[in-house]
């Protein structure tokens, strides 16, 4: 590993922004260069390996637990690294992106865990994501503290309590385009580690707890080896301690589920276990295998965690994390709480049920998209741990998880109806509205909308449109409609760009991976910015 010569160097094309120098110094700079060198080549490789792998599923090759790491699975011997310091009870974690105020708040809301989203929750415009590290360094530093020009206070509680901190990269798929490197952009990945681990790191192991990381979007056991590869190599050009990361895996693709155990195998010494994902899990079982009748999916809401296509995925996860000393955390409740008294019970009462499900079924805690779900998800885990930290000693041996089963995506049936139809282009609409104009996470009638949620309205609506579930003037036509009631009710709403996003993400012959590269490209990247 190039960790003696000079690191390429690493320029940014964006114009400086409030107290970015704080953020993006030479050194911090030079190790992102150091970080790009050394991995800019195999994430490349490895990107070329999901198109391969995603053709040779849609030709019709099985998916199956690898055969050649049969070894890995069958040998009980091993275990992953035990729980770091903060990372032991996790019963309760929130998300959201790491924005001050949320910051704020997400420190005093009692959780366990503060997941900052630099993924699903953030629309990534040069400003959120610099101004998400500064965010991360004054919340480590504990100065966070600000007053809104309204006179609203935010402080840190006082209590002493510690929520730790968890940062959430960008994806493998994701660029940083402000940041280049040999001419090309650097692997947002590799910035959004590598800025909060450089300044970060060592303040966090000074605090007595350590730099902690959730992994999005992998899709197999070589793209959890690269990040192994990455922690090992940031360790040691800091001269800190080899094992000290640690990094849960959100499976939520279905590749990825296939191979749970490797990923925690190949991350052991920097592993805190496994998420499950379910957004992102079922917007990649749509994309994979989307050109297949059986998995026509119904309605988003209609797909539920009881489905048993999803109760295998969760099942599994559980199971495996578990033989292997590993959290398994669970994922997220879409309601968040609403305005109207009604709508607000309604909303706790779902949720609680996915936590009771997720707590009996032995997860060690789950997450939560909102402050007012924090007391309801630890009084379910309350009510299953006690004073336990977690439950790994139930280690689900009743368990038996097939692929077929993990594909048993007809078993949910029902066509979708004329308003989960409208529904999904609504919902696409409004988040990329909102995405564009650098609003990563909004709700929206109740629900938590995000990348994830947002990639599967618009690939639901591809896979309908494909299978002449639904024609494409019924399409067209809604559009219009969602279209002028977005302007209706948001007149300052970018509707040319929306509608040109959906019409190339949702409406194209050929379905795009994501809509984010594509999107971020064409509107968050500030093509004007000089050189510095
Ligand atoms: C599929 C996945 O990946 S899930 C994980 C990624 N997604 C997320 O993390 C989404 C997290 N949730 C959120 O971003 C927000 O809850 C939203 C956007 C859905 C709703 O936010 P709002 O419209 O502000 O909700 P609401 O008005 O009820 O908020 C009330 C207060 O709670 C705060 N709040 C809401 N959600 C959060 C959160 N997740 N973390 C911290 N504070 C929060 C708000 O900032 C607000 O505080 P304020 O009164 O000081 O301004
Ligand atoms: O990242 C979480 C998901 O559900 O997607
Ligand atoms: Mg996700």
Redesign the pocket.
């Known amino acids: 590993m190039p960790t003696s010569a000079p690191p390429r160097q690493v320029r940014v094309l964006a114009a400086p922004g409030p107290r970015h120098d704080e953020i993006l110094t030479p050194a911090a700079l030079d190790f992102i260069g150091r970080l790009a060198d050394a991995f800019g080549e195999r994430r490349r490789e490895l990107l070329k390996e999901r198109r391969r792998q995603a053709i040779r599923l849609s030709a019709g090759s099985p998916l199956e637990f690898p055969l050649v790491t049969s070894a890995v699975r069958a040998d009980p011997s091993w275990r992953v690294a035990p729980p770091a310091p903060g990372l032991t009870d996790r019963r309760v974690e929130?998300?959201?992106?790491p924005?001050r105020?949320?910051?704020?708040?997400?420190l005093n809301?009692g959780a366990q865990v503060?997941?900052a989203?630099f993924?699903?929750?953030t629309a990534p415009t040069w400003n959120n994501i610099v101004g998400g590290q500064l965010t991360l360094l004054d919340a480590v530093e504990r100065r966070i503290d600000f007053t809104t020009p309204e006179g609203?206070e935010?402080r840190l509680r006082g209590d002493g309590r510690i929520t730790t901190v968890v940062v959430?990269p960008r994806g493998w798929h994701l660029t940083e385009d402000h940041l280049e490197h040999e001419g090309r952009p650097v692997p947002a990945s590799l910035v959004d580690f590598g800025l909060y681990f450089f300044h970060c790191a060592r303040r966090q192991i000074d605090a007595g707890l350590g730099p902690y990381f959730y992994l999005?979007k992998l899709e197999n056991r070589y793209e959890a080896r690269l990040w192994n590869d990455v922690f090992v190599l940031a360790q040691e050009l800091l001269g800190i301690p080899r094992g000290t990361i640690r990094a849960t895996v959100?499976i939520?693709t279905i590749t990825a589920a296939v191979e749970m155990e490797e990923i925690l195998y190949e991350l052991r010494e920097h592993s805190s276990g496994l998420n499950a994902?379910?957004?992102?899990y079922l917007f990649s079982l749509i994309k994979t295998f989307g050109h297949r009748t059986d998995f026509l999916l119904p309605d988003r809401a209609k797909v539920t965690m009881t489905a048993p296509f999803m109760r295998a995925y969760t099942e599994l996860l559980v199971r495996t994390c578990h033989r292997r000393g590993a959290h398994a955390i669970g994922?997220?409740a879409?309601q968040?709480?609403?305005?109207q008294p009604e709508a607000h019970e309604a909303a706790l009462a779902t949720v609680r049920l996915d936590k009771e499900r997720e707590a009996e079924d032995g997860f060690d805690g789950s997450?939560?998209?909102?402050?007012?779900l924090v007391p309801l998800c630890r009084e379910v885990f309350d009510g299953v741990l006690g004073d336990r930290p977690h439950q790994l000693d139930r280690t689900r041996d009743d368990v038996e998880v097939t692929v077929a089963d993990l594909l048993s995506v007809r078993r949910a049936g029902g066509p979708p109806t004329a308003e989960g139809i409208r529904s999904n282009i609504a919902v696409a609409l409004r988040y990329f509205d909102a995405w564009l104009r650098g609003?990563?996470?909004?709700?929206l009638h109740g629900?938590?909308?995000?990348?994830?949620?947002a990639e599967i309205a618009r690939v639901q609506i591809w896979q309908w449109l494909r299978h002449r579930v639904v024609d494409r003037e019924t399409v067209l036509r809604l559009l219009d409609n969602e279209l002028d009631a977005l302007a209706a009710e948001f007149p300052w709403a970018a509707v040319d760009e929306v509608r040109a996003l959906f019409e190339r993400t949702a409406l194209a012959a050929e379905l795009p991976l994501f809509f984010t590269p594509d999107a971020y490209s064409r509107h968050l990247v500030q093509r004007a910015g000089a050189g510095s």
Request: proline share 8%; hydrophobic share 45%; no cysteine.
């Open positions: 929130i998300t959201g992106p924005d105020r949320m910051a704020v708040n997400a809301s503060w997941m989203d993924e699903d929750a609203r935010y959430r999005p959100l939520e994902g379910r957004w992102d994922g997220m879409a968040v709480p609403a305005g997450w939560v998209a909102h402050p007012g609003q990563g996470a909004v709700a629900l938590m909308e995000d990348a994830a949620t």
